[in-house]
């Protein structure tokens, strides 16, 4: 379905116009003053593939963050780490477990079909209980599952088996993994035993759709369907459509937007921002031209790892790490002396977000290795 008579009238929002909308919905251009809870709710999760990067997530995006206050959401079982968009493990809270789970399911189920060499004569059903039984009756590691299920499947390759329960159940990582400076080894058991309610059937996408917007907005179909690790979602965004404003980008890809969303002016000068690996921002369009300069697309990631990634102006400008004794910056290009005292300034007042009894030292240098 094309729909070139909206596409073709539609108002051009450029990059940093997008940039801007972007950044602003992602809490980045200004320390919010929001709770951890409000915050992870407004941004639909955040990416959690590791322990820390949800709190540097927040400790970039929130005025007054302390880690403790993520950690306590997690330990009272307000939030929890599970596999939802894009198959990867994010920090959601407890009401959008249960919602985005269920919603995601067609992708786990893709996933669950490469494995079906390794899953000959498994009955997936039979699996899925026994598995449930083993981990509602007491957390277990992926070793213990696998183990445990192997001894029914002898035959059976043991990893597909192991994934088959991952992709059939809605795992959740129990605490204390996932807390601040506390975080222990993965054990799982399934987000209705530990939150205490059932899920619903998967829910239409329209919900998540407004939501998406509001948080990476404005987006086009495929952004959305990258972020969430789904396909055929044009249908939500023509229910939608009505109530919704388009525009193009430089490209003339449609776009779709909130119309009370905010769209800064391009011009609205966007502080440095130290992200996390992994961070949604990145992740979470198509077309990451809106965030990545092209002469960068790729500069962030070494193999499978992430980088930990600095903007500067609104868009990828370098890289950092933490070393036992100093902020080590890498910026990508020559900065100028403005921006470099800018760049230390919001380093320093991420250490105090998150290391406050530590003494660093701020330095430029290479970061990759």
């Given amino acids: 379905m094309t729909h070139t008579k909206w596409s073709s009238t539609a108002p051009v929002l450029g990059t940093r116009a997008l940039n801007r909308a972007t950044l602003d919905r992602q809490l980045l251009l200004r320390p919010a003053r929001m709770s951890a809870a409000d915050a992870v709710e407004h941004l639909v999760g955040l990416q959690a593939q590791n322990v820390r990067p949800p709190y540097y997530a927040l400790a970039a995006r929130l005025d007054g963050f302390a880690p403790e206050e993520l950690s306590r959401l997690m330990a009272d079982r307000a939030a929890v780490r599970i596999v939802t968009l894009r198959s990867t493990l994010h920090t959601h ?12 399911q067609p992708a786990r189920d893709r996933e669950l079909v490469t494995f079906r060499k390794g899953l000959n004569g498994v009955d997936l059903d039979r699996l899925t209980a026994l598995a449930r039984d ?6 277990r590691t992926m070793a213990q599952l696998r183990e445990s299920l192997r001894q029914q499947w002898p035959d059976a390759d043991p990893q597909a088996l192991a994934v088959a329960a991952r992709c059939r ?13 506390r975080s222990g080894q993965v054990r799982l058991t399934t987000a209705e035993h530990w939150l205490g309610r059932a899920a619903g059937p998967a829910p239409a996408p329209d919900e998540v759709v407004l939501r998406y917007l509001a948080a990476f907005g404005p ?7 990258t972020w969430a690790g789904l396909t055929r979602l044009r249908e939500a965004f023509e229910r939608l459509r009505p109530g919704l404003v388009t525009f193009r980008d430089d490209s003339g890809t449609e776009l779709f ?37 092209p002469e960068h697309r790729g500069r962030s990631w070494q193999g499978n790892l992430a980088h930990r990634t600095l903007l500067v102006d609104g868009f990828l400008a370098g890289l950092w790490r933490l070393d036992e004794d100093a902020l080590v910056i890498e910026p990508f290009g020559r900065l100028t002396r403005a921006a470099r005292d800018e760049v230390v300034a919001e380093g320093e007042r991420m250490l105090r977000t998150l290391h406050p009894g530590t003494s660093y030292d701020i330095r430029f240098g290479a970061v990759r290795t």
């Fill in 169 to 181: 159940l809605p795992l959740v990582q129990v605490t204390p993994r996932g807390l601040w400076e």
């Fill in 219 to 225: 987006a086009s179909v495929k952004d959305m369907q």
């Fill in 257 to 293: 937007d909130l119309p009370d969303a905010p769209r800064p002016d391009p011009d609205t000068p966007a502080p440095p921002r130290f992200l996390p690996e992994f961070d949604n921002l990145l992740l979470s369009h198509a077309d990451r031209t809106r965030v990545v300069p």
């Fill in 93 to 104: 809270t407890a009401d959008d477990c249960l919602l985005l789970r269920p919603l995601v």
């Fill in 134 to 139: 083993l981990v509602e009756a007491e957390p």
